[in-house]
């Protein structure tokens, strides 16, 4: 489903797309007092067939969790930045794409492997919070 379509108070979808690991989705929305958080790592490798859903794992997330995300965000000034920027590379790498929506408002940001900065601070916080980045070794966080 379109982000921008999302029935929820604010949305956020993070795609985590390597091209030779698995690609991981992290979704977390707002629906009255409630905040959601589904993870999905799907068996393939995102440069090529993305494969199946082989992980899947849907839970509630803390007012302290969501807080500290939406945080990040501002830091990162996610809602000022451009969609792209100039150091795209044309090879291997890893996309990160985060979308938000919110207030009507719908945003995407995509980053080819960003090395340091609140951006990537950000979408580490939801790989941590989603408990991916547990079960992923350090090199191959890129």
């Known amino acids: ?3 921008a ?3 929820a108070q604010g949305s956020y979808r993070f795609l ?4 030779f690991h698995h690609p991981v989705a992290i979704h977390i929305w707002r629906d009255g007092s409630k905040r959601f958080l ?3 790592q799907l068996s393939g490798a995102g440069g090529y067939d993305p494969g199946k859903v082989n992980f899947e794992h849907v839970r509630l997330l803390s007012d302290e969790q969501w807080n500290e995300f939406m945080i990040n965000l501002e830091h990162a000034c996610f809602w000022q930045m451009p969609t792209e920027d100039d150091h795209m590379l044309l090879n291997d790498g890893a996309q990160w794409i985060l979308e938000g929506h919110r207030e009507g408002h719908y945003h995407v ?3 080819q492997s960003p090395d340091v900065g609140a951006y990537r601070n950000a979408c580490l916080y939801l790989l941590r919070t989603s408990g991916l980045l547990k079960d992923i070794p350090l090199q191959e966080v890129y």
């Not at 985590?16 to 091209?19: F, I, P």
């Open 38 to 40: 589904v993870a999905k």
């Open 16 to 19: 985590w797309l390597r091209t």
């Open 109 to 111: 940001v995509d980053r």
């Open 1 to 3: 489903m379109p982000l």
């Open 5 to 7: 379509s999302w029935p």
